[in-house]
Nanobody, 116 residues
Framework: QVQLVESGGGLVQAGGSLRLSCAASGIIFSNTAMAWYRQAPGKQRDLVARISSGGSTNYADSVKGRFTISRDNAKNTVFLQMNSLKPEDTAVYYC??????????WGQGTLVTVSS
């Protein structure tokens, strides 16, 4: 059974930083592309950043230059380093695989609140 457990969210002032973590189990992590998504209140869930099994990365335009996705295959963990946070980054952040996202299967997420 696939489990993805997000952590690291919290309350931070604008301009601050947070590092999110996602611990994965039940998948061959090193062979799996991983992504971070976010859903702000009243809005749809959007892709934030993606990292391939080989380490190639892609970012939404809104976070380019501020967020960095990385992975540690030895620990089955994917990270999202978020710098220069803005109030509009406030959302519940989820990590997921493409397959689970396509099946609309999500974990509990971690809440990030950025105060102005």
């Amino acid at each position: 059974q696939v489990q993805l457990v997000e952590s690291g969210g919290g309350l931070v002032q604008a301009g601050g930083s947070l590092r999110l973590s996602c611990a994965a189990s039940g998948i061959i992590f090193s062979n799996t592309a991983m992504a971070w998504y976010r859903q702000a209140p009243g809005k749809q869930r959007d892709l934030v950043a993606r990292i391939s099994s080989g380490g190639s990365t892609n970012y939404a335009d809104s976070v380019k230059g501020r967020f960095t996705i990385s992975r540690d295959n030895a620990k089955n963990t994917v990270f999202l380093q978020m710098n220069s946070l803005k109030p509009e980054d406030t959302a519940v952040y989820y990590c997921n695989t493409s397959l689970r996202a396509a099946m609309n299967t999500w974990g509990q997420g971690t809440l990030v609140t950025v105060s102005s």
